[in-house]
């Protein structure tokens, strides 16, 4: 499993372009007032951005869409991982979903338990109809309750089954690309660029020729840790911050 197949839409569905869609539509906002940022081609070729001015005039001029590629770029540059704590944050991803995989068993062996409980009853409760123990009225009203709780056990049942085991290889590429994010950025198709924008960042805007981002857990540990100013906190012996442990196995 690599990160491009998860980028290009193997876990959700892919974002499918057409030759007017464009890289940053949808995931900025105007930091003056607060509507889309929108996009358009000018002499045919150049792609600018500019405030929709959904609600009124706006002072914030048009950017082109390689100085957003840039400035994008340098959000993702901000994050930060060495080797040694990428193999250990891997461990920890492999481990929490161990834990996750046991657990849902679990659930999955007592609400199986819980169906065949109730179709015993629903079975035993016919044969009592049918030989005459129970009334058909008594018989059709307990069996229409137990019947609406067997049909929950299975839609939980059918959710449980179809959870992905595929989320650990998914996580550990996803926070490997993270931290080479800025390197293969500006090369990565639009669809692509768009999903990996969306995993990484949020609260985009844009004013005053400036981008503000916010970055998504867990990868705002990342940025905290290896950005000028971002908490403050030295690191530990062996090279790891303390925001970093909350990702590491006890």
């Known amino acids: 499993m690599n990160v491009q197949e998860i980028l290009d839409g193997r876990s959700i569905s892919n974002v499918h372009g057409n030759r007017h869609a464009f890289a940053y539509t949808g995931l900025m906002t105007c930091g003056h007032c607060g509507c889309a940022m929108t996009a358009e081609i000018k002499k045919g070729r150049y792609i600018y951005y500019h405030c929709s001015k959904f609600k ?3 002072p914030e001029p048009y ?3 390689e100085v ?3 400035m994008f770029a ?12 990428f193999r ?3 461990q920890a991803i492999r481990e929490s979903r ?3 995989i046991r657990e849902r068993d679990e659930r999955v062996a007592k609400v199986r338990a819980e169906a065949d409980r109730l179709q015993h009853r629903l079975d035993t409760l016919y044969l009592d109809k049918i030989e005459g123990r129970v009334t058909s009225e008594f018989h059709d009203r307990v069996a229409t ?3 609406e709780e067997r049909d929950g056990c299975v839609r939980d049942l059918e959710s449980l089954a179809s959870a992905e085991d595929d989320v650990i290889d998914d996580g550990i590429a996803l926070v490997d690309f993270a931290r080479t994010a800025h390197h293969r950025f500006e090369t990565l198709p639009l669809s692509s660029k768009r999903r990996a924008l969306n995993l990484v960042l949020s609260n985009c805007t844009f004013a005053d ?3 503000s981002t916010t970055f998504r857990k867990p990868f705002d540990l990342l940025a905290n840790v290896g950005s000028p100013g971002g908490g403050g906190t030295p690191p530990e012996r062996g090279g790891l911050h303390p925001k970093q442990r909350r990702w590491l196995p006890e």
């Open 56 to 58: 009124a005039r706006c």
């Open 63 to 65: 950017v082109r869409e």
């Open 68 to 70: 957003l590629d840039l």
């Open 74 to 85: 340098a959000q993702l540059r901000k994050l930060r991982l060495d080797d040694d704590v």
């Open 88 to 90: 250990m944050i891997g």
């Open 98 to 100: 161990a834990n996750e």
């Open 145 to 147: 309750t137990w019947r």
């Open 209 to 211: 020729g400036e981008l």
